[in-house]
């Protein structure tokens, strides 16, 4: 082997190294995709889009027994998290937001695909409103109540099941089917001054009223009802590192190959 080869390769392999530093040091990175699904009987409930957050676990949107605060309410009243999201962005920069889907009826799924880090994000937050209501919604209360991805990355929570016994009354907005979204004027709204609480049995006084979806609404929950489920599915994103590490790993082999070629034929030649 000639001395510049044996001094490329040298180089070759060193670079190596570093990259496969690079690597290891790198976040694991995964593309994950979440599936939502409205588990409610035929006329029951429909969900607002579900507002989504992979973390650090540091974003806490509201407590049980303790008053709803704008960026819960933001959800619970209205479906549109403006303040759930800004207040999210505030405590955990990092986190990867969004939201999914829109308006979903009972029997009704949707998904969308997001970007995570699972060594900074391996948190899972959500809420959604629940309609027709005032002001119910889906949520966890616990920032740290779903550890989606284990510390090397692996997806250990597979989906998320919710029951009617897990609808949250944010407490923030009187009871009144006339001010209630999705069958009345939200713009009537009057203020509840109670605390977040779980409350399904209310659902049942929106019964018989056309919905603006156009069907007319009957609850027929029950504590064991399941009404929404979250699915997860992972799978790993290349790391731009690797690439780079075969292209370096490919270059020398093709240098070993072009180089020994001649110098076998004129080994050959020279002995003859
Ligand atoms: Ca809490
Ligand atoms: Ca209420």
């Known amino acids: ?3 510049s080869l044996h001094t490329f390769l040298r180089t070759a ?8 530093a690079g690597t290891a040091a790198q976040a694991a990175m995964v593309t994950v995709t979440v599936v939502v699904q409205n588990l409610a009987p035929t006329n029951s409930i429909s969900f607002a889009p ?14 049980v027994g303790g008053v709803a605060t704008s960026p819960i309410i933001s959800v619970a009243e209205g479906g549109s998290g403006t303040d759930w999201q800004a207040a999210f962005a505030a405590a955990d920069p990092g986190a990867t937001r969004g939201s999914i889907g829109g308006l979903l009826l009972p029997g009704a799924s949707s998904s969308l695909s997001f970007r995570v880090d699972t060594a900074a994000n391996p948190f899972f937050t959500f809420g959604a409103m629940a309609v027709p209501s005032n002001d119910f919604f889906i949520g966890n209360d616990s920032p740290t109540e779903y550890r989606l991805f284990d510390a090397n990355g692996n997806l250990q929570v597979p989906s998320i099941t919710l029951g009617a016994s897990d609808l949250w009354d944010a407490g923030s907005e009187l009871f009144d089917p006339a001010a209630a979204a999705f069958v009345g ?9 109670s605390v977040v609480a779980f409350n399904f049995l209310e659902l049942e006084g929106f019964d018989g009223l056309t919905t603006g979806a156009g069907y007319v609404f009957r609850s027929a ?3 064991g009802s399941e009404i929404y489920r979250i699915s997860f599915s ?9 690439f780079a590490l075969t292209a370096a790993a490919l270059m020398a082999v093709g240098v070993v190959s072009r180089r020994r070629r001649p110098d076998t034929a004129q080994g050959n030649g020279a002995r003859a």
Not at 50 to 62: K, Q, R, Y
């Open 50 to 63: 579900l507002h989504v957050g992979f973390n650090n676990g540091s974003f806490d949107a509201f407590d």
């Open 234 to 242: 992972a799978t790993a994103v290349p790391e731009p590192g690797s």
């Open 185 to 193: 004027d939200n713009s009537l709204r009057r203020d509840q001054n």
């Open 1 to 3: 082997m000639s001395r």
């Open 221 to 223: 929950l029950t504590a």
């Open 13 to 20: 392999i060193g670079a190596s190294a570093l990259l496969l």
